[in-house]
C-alpha cells in the first residue's frame, strides 16, 4: 500500500468509502427518474453540505474543513460514478466554480454572506462567464457593469450556466472598463431576487439532464459594490486561476465517468454471447478492451501528476489543460466504444450506457473547449 | 444511566466485488478483492452511537483477522464514533466458535452491558457467533433486532434507538424480526443483540470523523493472549459456483403461461 506511488493514503481511501455510500444511498436510486425529470431535488444539496462535500478545501471558519484537493479529487471521482452526469455536474458546480473566487479573492462580509451558506448547501451558487455571443473568448465577453456611486449596474446576458435556474447568487463575469480586452473583466455576486435579474430560459440538452442550465438577463441591475469579488478590473486573471482547479474537476470527473463505462462494458461483453461463445472471447473486443483500459490509466496517471502538482501548490498550467483534453476525450471516446461493444442495447434507454455517452460528450467542450486546451499549452511551448 | 457497549466489525469482501471459486474449489480468489465492514456490523454501530448518544457511556468496537482489519476499525468504526477499538490479532483459519470465544473472552474483561453484533456477515452467512456469544457467557440474548417503524419515520429521521433502555437501567426492549411479523422481547441486562437489516440506517463516516479516528486508541491483543485456541472445529470442504441459471421461454398466451405456472413450476 505505501509503495510511495499511492496517490491517495489510507483517509483518502476511508472517504472514498464515505463518498461511494453517499452515492449508492442518495443518488443510484433516484437518477432514472431525476434524469426524466431533467431536475434533482434541492435536498440534495443539503444531504451532500453534512457530509461536507463542499467545504473540502475552504477554511474552517466558513464551515469547510480545510481537508484538501486530494479529498475534493475522491469526491469528484466518485461522485461522477454515480451514473448521471448532470448531478454530478450541479453538486460539483457548487464545489468548485461557484464558490472558489469567494474563497480565494471574497471579502470576509462576502465569504460570510455567500461562501459559507454553500458550504451549508443553505443556498445554491452559479458562476456565468458564457455569453450568447461567445464562450472561449473570456476577454471579448459583452455584458457590462457600470459604476454608479454605491452600485454596479449590470447589463447583458449569460448561457449554458450550471445551476443558474435555481441559483441563489450567481458570480457574473462583466467588463468594469469595456475599453480595455481583459484588463477590464471583474466578478461581481448578484442575488436571486435583485430587479433586473431574470432567467430568460431553462436550457434542454443532449446530456447532464439533471443538472439545470440557464439563459440568465441582466438589465438595468444595481448591486452594491461590496458584491465585487476581488480586485476590480482584475476578473480574467482571477477566472483564469478559478479554472484550473476547474479543470482538474472536469479531468477526474471523466475518470471516475470512464471507470464505470468500462465496467459496464466489461459486465456486458462477458455475458453476452454471439456465434456460441461469450463476445468478450473475441480477441478484437478483447484487445478493444486492453486498448481502452490503457488509455483509461494513461489519462489517468496525467491527471494525477496535474493533481499532485496542483496541490503542491505549482501553477502547472499545461498539465492541466493537457489532462483536462487527454481525459475528456479519452472518456467520450470509452463511452462510445462501450456503446458499440453494446450492439443494439447500446442504442436502447433502458441501458445506462447511452446516458454516459451523452454525459461525457460534454467534456471536450465545457470548462474551456479540447481547442482552447489546446491554445494553452501552444502557449506553454511558446508558440 | 451510561451504557458501555460492546460491536464487532467484521472484515469482508465487497459485494461489488465480482467473487470467484478458486481452481481447487477451496476458497475464494482473493487478488483484485476489495473489502469492506459487513453492512450489519456497521447496523450495530449505529445502533450502539444512538444508544450511547441518548444515554452517555461507551461504544467498544472489536475486529478479528490479520493487520488489514484496522481499516475497517479505523473507518468507517472508529470514524463514525465508536470510542475505542481491540484488535484480535489472528491469521489463519478460524470458525465461529473460536470468534466467540474471543468475543466472551474480552466480555469478561471490559463488562459490557450490551452486545451488539451483526445477526450474519455477508462472505460466509454463518449467523452464529451471536448466540455462541450469549450462551458462553449465559447474558440474555435478542436476535435479529429490528424496529417497527420504517427506516423513512420520523423516529429514524432523528436517529432515535430502536432498541430501548427500561427505565432503570436493567433490561432492553427489542423488536425482533420473525417469520411473518414482529415480536417484541424484553431481554434483561448484560444482552447479546444481533442486528437485521432494518434496524437503523447506519450513518456515514464522516471527514472529521476520519481525521479524528486515526488518534482513537487502538488495542492489540491475540488469542493467545485472551486464552482462545483457535483450532476450528469445521473445515470447508468444498466451494461451487451456483448452478448457471436455465434460459428462460416464452409462451404463446396467459393460459399457457397459467398451465406452466400451475403444472410446471407449482408456483401457483
Ligand atoms: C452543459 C453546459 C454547462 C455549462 N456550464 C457553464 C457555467 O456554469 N458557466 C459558464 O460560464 N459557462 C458554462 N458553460 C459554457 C462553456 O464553458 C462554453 O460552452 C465553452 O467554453 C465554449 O464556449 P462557446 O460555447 O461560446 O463556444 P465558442 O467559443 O463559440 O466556440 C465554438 C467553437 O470554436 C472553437 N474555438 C473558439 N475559439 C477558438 C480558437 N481560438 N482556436 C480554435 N478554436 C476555437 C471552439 O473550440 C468551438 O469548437 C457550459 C456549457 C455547457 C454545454
Redesign the pocket.
Request: hydrophobic share 35%; proline share 0%.
Given at each position: 500500500m505505501n509503495s510511495g506511488f499511492q496517490t491517495f493514503d489510507g483517509e483518502h481511501e476511508a472517504f472514498r468509502q464515505t463518498v461511494k455510500a453517499f452515492v449508492a444511498r442518495e443518488i443510484t436510486p433516484h437518477v432514472k427518474a431525476w434524469e426524466q425529470a431533467e431536475g434533482f431535488p434541492r435536498e440534495l444539496y443539503d444531504r451532500a453540505a453534512e457530509q461536507g462535500f463542499f467545504g473540502l478545501k475552504y477554511d474552517e471558519a466558513y464551515g469547510g474543513t480545510n481537508a484538501g484537493f486530494f479529498f475534493e479529487a475522491v469526491l469528484f471521482e466518485e461522485l461522477s460514478k454515480c451514473g448521471s452526469g448532470g448531478v454530478a455536474?450541479g453538486l460539483g458546480?457548487q464545489a468548485t466554480?461557484a464558490t472558489g473566487p469567494l474563497h480565494l479573492f471574497g471579502t470576509d462580509e462576502l465569504k460570510r454572506r455567500f461562501l459559507a451558506p454553500a458550504i451549508a448547501g443553505k443556498c445554491i451558487g452559479?458562476?456565468?462567464?458564457?455569453?450568447p455571443d461567445?464562450?472561449?473568448?473570456v476577454a471579448g465577453l459583452k455584458t457590462t457593469a457600470r459604476r454608479e456611486g454605491e452600485h454596479y449596474v449590470l447589463d447583458g446576458s449569460?448561457?449554458?450556466?450550471?445551476?443558474?435556474v435555481r441559483a441563489d447568487y450567481v458570480i457574473v463575469?462583466a467588463k468594469t472598463d469595456p475599453s480595455k480586452g481583459h484588463k477590464g473583466v471583474s466578478m461581481i455576486v448578484v442575488e436571486k431576487g435583485t430587479p433586473g435579474f431574470t432567467v430568460s430560459r431553462a436550457l434542454k440538452?443532449v446530456?447532464?439532464r439533471a443538472?439545470d442550465?440557464a439563459e440568465l438577463s441582466f438589465s438595468e441591475c444595481r448591486v452594491p459594490v461590496a458584491n465585487l469579488v476581488g480586485r476590480e478590473n482584475d476578473g480574467f486573471a482571477q477566472i483564469m486561476g478559478n479554472f484550473q482547479w476547474e479543470r482538474l474537476t472536469l479531468a477526474l470527473g471523466a475518470l471516475g465517468a470512464a471507470d464505470d463505462i468500462f465496467a459496464q462494458a466489461m459486465a456486458f461483453v462477458t455475458t453476452r454471447r454471439a456465434f456460441g461463445q461469450n463476445v468478450s472471447q473475441f480477441q478484437v473486443v478483447k484487445h478493444r478492451l486492453a486498448e481502452m483500459a490503457t488509455e483509461l490509466e494513461a489519462a489517468r496517471q496525467l491527471t494525477y501528476h496535474a493533481l499532485r502538482l496542483h496541490a503542491a501548490g505549482e501553477w502547472a498550467l499545461g498539465q492541466t489543460a493537457m489532462a483536462k483534453k487527454l481525459a475528456t476525450e479519452m472518456c467520450c471516446k470509452l463511452a462510445d466504444q462501450a456503446l458499440q461493444l453494446h450492439g443494439g442495447a447500446g442504442y436502447m434507454m433502458e441501458f445506462d450506457i447511452q446516458r454516459h455517452w451523452r454525459d461525457a460528450r460534454?467534456g471536450p467542450?465545457?470548462?474551456?473547449?479540447?481547442?482552447?486546451m489546446?491554445?494553452i499549452i501552444a502557449k506553454q511551448l511558446g508558440l | 444511566m451510561p451504557l458501555k457497549i460492546l460491536v464487532t466489525a467484521k472484515r469482508v469482501e465487497d459485494s461489488e466485488s465480482k467473487i470467484k471459486v478458486n481452481p481447487a474449489g477451496t476458497g475464494i480468489v482473493l487478488e483484485g478483492l476489495k473489502f469492506k465492514i459487513n453492512p450489519f456490523d456497521e447496523i450495530a454501530i449505529e445502533e450502539a452511537l444512538r444508544l450511547t448518544a441518548k444515554h452517555g457511556g461507551e461504544v467498544v468496537v472489536v475486529s478479528i483477522g490479520g493487520k488489514e482489519v484496522v481499516e475497517q476499525l479505523r473507518s468507517p468504526a472508529l470514524a463514525m464514533g465508536a470510542n475505542r477499538a481491540i484488535w484480535v490479532n489472528h491469521v489463519g483459519p478460524m470458525d465461529q466458535l473460536g470468534i466467540a470465544a474471543c468475543l466472551q473472552k474480552i466480555c469478561e474483561k471490559e463488562k459490557p452491558d450490551l452486545c451488539i453484533l451483526g445477526k450474519q456477515a455477508i462472505d460466509d452467512d454463518q449467523g452464529q457467533v451471536g448466540s455462541y456469544l450469549a450462551e458462553a457467557l449465559g447474558w440474555s440474548q435478542a436476535t435479529f433486532a429490528s424496529k417497527e417503524e420504517s427506516l423513512e419515520s420520523e423516529a429514524e429521521k432523528s436517529k432515535a434507538p430502536a432498541i430501548k433502555l427500561s427505565a432503570d437501567g436493567k433490561s432492553v426492549t427489542v423488536v425482533r424480526e420473525v417469520d411473518g411479523g414482529l415480536q417484541t422481547i424484553e431481554a434483561t441486562l448484560p444482552a447479546v443483540a444481533t442486528t437485521e437489516l432494518r434496524l437503523n440506517q447506519p450513518r456515514y463516516a464522516s471527514l472529521p470523523g476520519i481525521m479524528k479516528a486515526k488518534t482513537k486508541p487502538l488495542e492489540e491483543v491475540t488469542p493467545a493472549s485472551l486464552g482462545v485456541d483457535m483450532t476450528p472445529h469445521i473445515t470447508v470442504v468444498k466451494m461451487t459456483h451456483p448452478p448457471a441459471r436455465k434460459a428462460g421461454i416464452k409462451v404463446a398466451d396467459v393460459p399457457a403461461l397459467m398451465d406452466k405456472l400451475k403444472n410446471e413450476a407449482r408456483a401457483i
Open positions: 455536474a458546480a466554480i452559479a458562476f456565468a462567464v458564457t455569453e461567445g464562450g472561449s473568448d449569460k448561457t449554458y450556466i450550471t445551476n443558474g463575469a440538452k446530456g447532464w443538472s442550465t460534454l467542450i465545457g470548462g474551456g473547449t479540447s481547442e482552447i489546446n491554445e | -
